[in-house]
């Protein structure tokens, strides 16, 4: 098989947060992969210009919060964003340079290992399951309520390429008042109207979805009222919850029927639009054509 797919040489690095330098504890968040240059160029074989360059971080930040409660993801997911534009825009440029310029001190890179990849996407993806992500009985056991909603609303935006456009777990305290623990997941601004999405897992048996139902419809008011003082632009806040039927809200279980249309029309009585994942690939694309990409 190797014959007709040859391999490519490349060179991956893992990206690790450190919070604390003396310590030394880390957890790898990241891979940069790039593939060996080709050709007859002069100088060193370390001062060659590698023909592509892929980064990529985890989508679960849970370990980093695990061994830092206080890590700030969104700027870690910036961080991920500013690499991949500035490798985009200067893909000749000096890697090591880039990489030095863009990372925070708690972010270190190991040394570069030799890799031999069918491709770049390819190789990453072996990269992120074999470094970065967790195991996978531990995958599974994340990948519902709030976390398998976002990772839909991450995958659908990555996929119209417009993810790194958005903004990332955008304080509330910022339109209601200090103090205010709220975060709204993702926003974009087209023009003079402002979309932000929440991921709102209503899952039977998780109490803490109905209470981020009523935390956001709460908030609402507040926040759209803050926007238009703030911005000078109106609020369009969108929730974005699981199909009934994937969680079983049917008529053939009248108990968790009624919870599910509870937390749907608590917020919707709050003027919060109200979406299924299943709705997020006419988001993406909406979101991509307001964004011009």
């Not at 709220?182 to 926003?187: P, V």
């Not at 108990?255 to 299924?276: A, D, P, S």
Request: net charge neutral.
């Amino acid at each position: 098989m190797n014959g007709i797919y040859p391999r490519r040489e490349c060179e991956f690095q893992l990206l690790r947060y450190v919070p604390d330098a003396v310590r030394n504890e880390y957890v790898h968040i990241g891979v940069i992969l790039r593939e060996a240059a080709t050709g007859d160029q002069p100088g060193h074989a370390a001062d060659r210009i590698p023909e592509r360059v892929e980064v990529r971080f985890t989508r679960d930040w849970r370990r980093v919060r695990c061994l830092d409660p206080d890590a700030d993801t969104a700027l870690l997911e910036g961080m991920e964003s500013e690499l991949r534009r500035r490798l985009e825009e200067e893909p000749r440029g000096r890697l090591m340079k880039i990489l030095e310029e863009s990372l925070s001190l708690n972010v270190q890179m190991t040394e570069p290992k030799a890799y031999l990849a069918e491709s770049l996407p390819a190789g990453m993806e072996e990269l992120m399951r074999l470094y970065v992500e967790p195991p996978s009985r531990e995958r599974a056991a994340r990948t519902s309520g709030r976390a398998a909603i976002q990772a839909r609303m991450r995958a659908e935006f990555e996929r119209a390429g417009v993810w790194d456009l958005l903004r990332k777990r955008i304080a509330a305290s910022a339109y209601t008042r200090p103090g205010d623990p709220l975060r709204i997941d993702l926003g974009y601004r087209p023009n003079g109207l402002i979309r932000m999405f929440h991921a709102v897992s209503l899952e039977p048996g998780v109490a803490a979805g109905l209470e981020t139902a009523k935390v956001l419809a709460f908030s609402a008011a507040a926040l759209r009222s803050g926007v238009e003082r703030v911005e000078k632009a109106k609020l369009e806040l969108t929730a974005v919850i699981e199909p009934a039927a994937r969680l079983g809200a049917t008529g053939d279980d009248p108990e968790r029927l009624e919870m599910y249309r509870f937390g749907v029309e608590t917020m919707e009585e709050h003027q919060i639009r109200v979406l299924t994942t299943s709705d997020m690939e006419r988001v993406a694309e909406t979101a991509r054509r307001e964004l011009r990409v």
